[in-house]
């Protein structure tokens, strides 16, 4: 198979690429390992998120915005191309605190980044009373919130859906249950080769395999040190709306259950659930919301995010082979509207867009 663009990773980041390209008119084949692959969009809250983003990185911050602003379109878009709705909305976001030293830390924190980002990032510090006003459910531990306008959120699995819908929808090509052994150079570009799959071969090509990524760069040259970081998700019954404004940790669906989350484990591959940080993330929840602790809990599940030593994404285009990209990250829901409509663009015209030149694999070794 021979393609202008291959993809290597249909997640929340490759799918949104091979979308774009296609949305673009480029041709394009997505290569995807399947089902056994560590999706970290199985992981994923969901959140739209911009309060805390990029606070030691002026450049993330700036993109994790320009992604929230593109949002609302992006969605409407996805779904009348293909009648699935990623139920994005943007009413807010909020960061209960229940005690002032979390409430000083967090004002301190976001009035850094507001500063980076010359009043950009907007966001208010409310008082219990303020707080309760926006969602009244709030128990007496919460003692104030942070509020930023700029927040939303999405359902992450409509999203993919969408994606990949949308993506064979515009004719793009997909390699499924195909796990990427080798990149060769050639002649045109690259050759991809996988075991009981054809060789794909294409001009350009985007690694966008998540936790793969850390093998296939440094087959293009490219230093990516990507390691796994788990969090754990459990998700309650179906309850009453109570919360039209999403929290970091806490997020009612548009079906009605209630995500709980927020932990970040360095346990290498484990992807189990364990007792005590569930435990560890139900009682914040209880304190926050106290109805909660008689919601039963009906699905728990963890998931690997692939995770960079600062956090950020990597975005990077090989220096010894011009046309390889590698693109890694975990917030894949917030910087999907910008993947697609921004960065596909500019990959297909070979070169990554100038907002996220500090963000390449040279930082490590600087």
């Not at 976001?110 to 009373?129: K, P, Q």
């Not at 990516?224 to 179906?238: H, N, R, S």
């Not at 509207?337 to 015209?349: D, E, G, K, S």
Request: glycine share 12%.
């Amino acid at each position: 198979m021979r393609a202008e663009v291959a993809i290597i990773g249909g997640g929340m980041f490759g799918a949104a690429l091979a979308y774009g390209l296609r949305r673009d008119g480029r041709d394009v084949v997505l290569v995807d390992q399947g089902d056994v692959a560590h999706r970290a969009a199985r992981g994923n809250f969901g959140l739209v998120w911009v309060q805390s983003k990029g606070v030691n990185s002026p450049a993330y911050a700036a993109w994790t915005r320009r992604s929230a602003d593109l949002w609302a379109d992006f969605a409407a878009e996805l779904t009348d191309l293909t009648g699935i709705d990623p139920h994005h909305h943007r009413p807010g976001g909020l960061e209960p605190c229940l005690t002032e030293h979390e409430f000083e830390t967090r004002k301190t924190m976001l009035e850094t980044l507001r500063g980076h980002s010359n009043g950009a990032f907007e966001f208010e510090m409310l008082d219990a009373r303020a707080a309760r006003d926006l969602i009244p459910g709030f128990g007496q531990e919460v003692i104030g919130a942070s509020y930023s306008p700029q927040d939303g959120h999405a359902g992450p699995l409509n999203l993919l859906r969408a994606l990949h819908a949308g993506y064979r929808k515009l004719g793009g090509q997909a390699i499924t249950d195909a796990q990427v052994d080798s990149i060769t150079p050639t002649a045109d570009g690259f050759m991809l080769s996988s075991r009981g799959h054809d060789p794909v071969n294409a001009e350009r090509i985007i690694i966008a395999a998540g936790l793969g990524n850390k093998k296939l760069a440094a087959m293009v040259g490219i230093d990516a040190p990507i390691e796994p970081l788990k969090g754990q998700i459990m998700v309650t019954e179906k309850v009453s709306p109570f919360l039209t404004y999403p929290l970091s940790g806490v997020r009612q669906t548009a079906e009605g259950g209630v995500l709980l989350g927020g932990s970040h484990e360095d346990v290498g591959f484990q992807d189990d659930s364990s007792a005590p940080v569930m435990a560890a993330i139900a009682d914040r929840a209880r304190r926050v919301f106290p109805f909660l602790a008689n919601a039963r809990i009906v699905r728990s599940w963890a998931a690997i995010r692939p995770m960079a030593p600062d956090g950020l994404p990597i975005y990077d285009q090989s220096a010894t082979l011009p046309g390889a990209f590698v693109v890694s990250g975990h917030s894949g829901v917030t910087l999907a509207a910008v993947h697609a409509t921004v960065m596909a663009p500019a990959i297909a015209a070979g070169h990554l867009p100038p907002d996220v030149a500090p963000l390449n694999a040279g930082r490590f070794h600087e």
